[in-house]
C-alpha cells in the first residue's frame, strides 16, 4: 500500500504561481512513478504530469507545457507540481498518484495504471 496525501491547493489569482505537495507513505516510494491529474467541475478527471521514478524522465500535458513544471524528492517521499502563469481553467481538484515502475525510467499518463490516489486538493484561480 502506498498513501498518498496532496497539499498547498488554493484560491489564487490569474497569473500567479503555486506549488503542490504531494507526500508518500508506506511502501518505497522510489518503486514508483507518479503523477499529477485533475478533474475540474462538470469535467471528467485529466491527467497533467508525470514523472519516472528516477525522477530523470518527465511527461506534460499541451495544456500545461512550459507553465508546470513536476519533479519528486524521494528522499522526503514527496512529488511537487510547481504551476506558474496560472489560467482560470486551471481551475480543478489536483489528484497525485502512483503507479508501479516496471524500470527506473518508467512513466505513464494512462489513468489506469496508476493503483494508488489521493484524496485531491482544490486550486482555484479566479480571473
Known amino acids: 500500500q502506498v498513501q498518498l496525501v496532496e497539499s498547498g491547493g488554493r484560491l489564487v489569482q490569474a497569473g500567479d504561481s503555486l506549488r503542490l505537495s504531494c507526500a508518500a507513505s508506506?511502501?518505497?516510494?522510489?518503486?514508483?512513478?507518479t503523477g499529477w491529474f485533475r478533474q475540474a467541475p462538470g469535467k471528467e478527471r485529466e491527467f497533467v504530469a508525470a514523472v519516472s521514478s528516477s525522477g530523470r524522465i518527465t511527461d506534460y500535458a499541451d495544456s500545461v507545457k512550459g507553465r508546470f513544471t513536476i519533479s519528486r524528492d524521494n528522499a522526503k517521499n514527496t512529488v511537487y507540481l510547481q504551476m506558474n502563469s496560472l489560467k482560470p481553467e486551471d481551475t480543478a481538484v489536483y489528484y497525485c498518484?502512483?503507479?508501479?515502475?516496471?524500470?527506473?525510467?518508467?512513466?505513464?499518463?494512462?489513468?489506469?495504471?496508476?493503483?494508488?490516489w489521493g484524496q485531491g486538493t482544490q486550486v482555484t484561480v479566479s480571473s
Open positions: 508506506g511502501r518505497t516510494f522510489s518503486n514508483y512513478a
Open positions: 498518484a502512483a503507479s508501479p515502475a516496471y524500470y527506473s525510467n518508467y512513466i505513464t499518463k494512462s489513468q489506469i495504471t496508476y493503483q494508488y
